[in-house]
Nanobody
């Protein structure tokens, strides 16, 4: 069984910072792409940032220059450093990863999400 567990969400004032973490656990052979998505109330889930196993990154235009995605392959963990937060960043943030378990094919997994609330 593979689990993705997010942490680091919370309430922050506009202009502040938060750092999200997502740890992947289980009997894992390899992790390919990892990423963060978010879903605000009444809106569809949207991509925030992704990172490949080699470290190449991709960001939504709305967060470029403010958010940084990184990963620690030794810890099977992906991070999202969020700076200069805006009220529009308020959402539930979900971790996503392509994981291959030992004895299984590559599959895509989601975390349960962590709430980020930015007060103006």
């Amino acid at each position: 069984q593979v689990q993705l567990v997010e942490s680091g969400g919370g309430l922050v004032q506009a202009g502040g910072s938060l750092r999200l973490s997502c740890a992947v656990s289980g009997v894992i052979l390899t992790i390919n792409g990892m990423g963060w998505y978010r879903q605000a109330p009444g809106k569809q889930r949207e991509l925030v940032a992704t990172i490949t196993s080699g470290g190449s990154t991709n960001y939504a235009d709305s967060v470029k220059g403010r958010f940084t995605i990184s990963r620690d392959n030794a810890k099977s963990t992906v991070y999202l450093q969020m700076n200069s937060l805006e009220s529009e960043d308020t959402a539930v943030y979900y971790c996503n990863a392509d994981v291959r378990r030992i004895g299984a094919v590559m599959a895509n997994y989601w975390g349960r999400g962590t709430q980020v609330t930015v007060s103006s």
